[in-house]
């Protein structure tokens, strides 16, 4: 992920990065606290709303799903949950605490990604094709090992806009 980002960047003259995983979540979530970007419930009116294990999709606990296949959040913003697990650009912590009491350690509060020297595991977002509805809700996450490749693993590309 990080080859391909610095590849963009260099082609584009534009610098892309990977979300944090609090930009992630704030983005899934799209203004709600709900579980899922839709709701509460995995389905949505009787509809599949994403791609999972037994989301009713087509796709279910075989393969991806086309990107735009299901609605867009109220971000306008497709695929956010399910599909596949999303690498964020935050190391895994175990707790993961913003506005914690002073004795634990907290994420950053500002949004930033929650890195350190010693990073062998990154936190994924999302779920995937191949998990269960629980997966897919916006608060949960995961992790894998800095190296882990699978089909049921991608990335979302981000870009910095210049404020005002």
Not at 18 to 28: F, H, K, N, Q, V
Not at 128 to 135: I, N
Not at 150 to 158: E, I, P
Request: glycine content about 10%; charged content about 25%; proline content about 5%.
């Amino acid at each position: 992920a990080q080859k391909y980002l610095t590849w963009l960047s260099r082609e584009t003259g534009k610098q892309y990065r990977l979300l944090s995983e609090a930009e992630y979540e704030y983005a899934a979530r799209a203004g709600k606290e709900t579980a899922y970007p839709w709701g509460n419930a995995v389905k949505l009116d009787g509809k599949a709303m994403a791609d999972c294990s037994d989301c009713a999709s087509p796709w279910d606990d075989r393969q991806t799903a086309p990107v735009g296949q299901f609605a867009a959040n109220g971000f306008g913003l497709y695929d956010m949950v399910g599909n596949v697990w999303e690498w964020v650009e935050d190391c895994y912590h175990p707790r993961y605490e913003i506005g914690a009491s002073p004795s634990k350690v907290e994420a950053p509060a500002n949004g930033s990604p929650w890195t350190d020297s010693q990073c062998s595991e990154r936190v994924v977002r999302g779920g995937s094709w191949d998990y269960d509805p629980q997966y897919l809700r916006s608060a949960v996450r995961d992790r894998n090992s800095s190296f882990f490749q699978g089909s049921d693993l991608g990335f979302r590309v981000a870009r910095t806009l210049a404020g005002p």
